[in-house]
């Protein structure tokens, strides 16, 4: 096992590395993904590891997220709370908007968790060698995923 330090935001991006992204409105593969490249089946295996120590890490996020959420949006009947990004919106009759405003409240919650996700963690991870990728190919680039790559 090796360690290395990362940003909560990089944590983040390497969840995406590994699920992939798909855009439905576009119907385009926007990142394939790790988990569903062509790599060995024991590669396939470490990865599916990765994930559940990422995945760890990525729900304290998401709890986070929610309590920002939660101190700066409204409560909500349910329990829930919401915080939409414009206020004072205005519409014609044909329902589309012709004025809104910022929400400062919105602006507030962004700020704070920015400044959240460039927070660092120290992740512990099995890294990946030149063996486990060795026949990979990809058309994409996985920027986060290449940092726990050991080549010596």
Same mark, same amino acid.
């Given at each position: ?6 940003? #909560?935001?990089? !944590? #983040? *991006? $390497?969840?995406?590395? %590994? ?6 409105? @576009? ?14 089946? &024991? ?5 599916? /590891?990765? $994930?559940? =120590?990422?995945?760890?890490? &990525?729900? @304290?996020?998401?709890? =986070?997220?929610?309590? !920002? ?5 409204? @409560? ?7 915080? *939409?990004?414009? %206020?004072?919106?205005? &519409? ?9 405003? /910022?929400?400062?409240?919105? !602006? ?6 920015? @400044? ?12 990946? &060698?030149?063996? /486990? !990728? ?6 994409? *680039?996985?920027?986060?995923?290449? =940092?726990?790559?050991?080549? /010596?």
């Amino acid at each position: 096992m090796e360690k290395v330090t990362l940003k #909560l935001v990089d !944590l #983040l *991006n $390497l969840q995406t590395e %590994i699920n992939g992204v798909f855009n439905r409105e @576009a119907n385009q593969l926007v990142l394939r993904g790790l988990s569903n490249e062509t790599l060995k089946i &024991t590669t396939k295996m470490k990865v599916a /590891d990765l $994930l559940k =120590k990422v995945q760890v890490e &990525t729900e @304290a996020i998401n709890l =986070k997220r929610n309590e !920002l959420v939660s101190k700066h949006g409204e @409560a909500q009947e349910d329990g829930t709370a919401l915080l *939409n990004p414009f %206020i004072n919106i205005q &519409t014609n009759e044909e329902g589309e908007i012709t004025s809104r405003e /910022d929400n400062p409240k919105f !602006l507030e919650y962004q700020q704070e968790l920015q @400044a959240f996700l460039q927070e660092e963690k120290e992740f512990e991870f099995e890294p990946f &060698t030149a063996v /486990d !990728l060795e026949g990979a190919y990809s058309e994409f *680039n996985y920027v986060q995923f290449y =940092k726990l790559v050991k080549l /010596d």
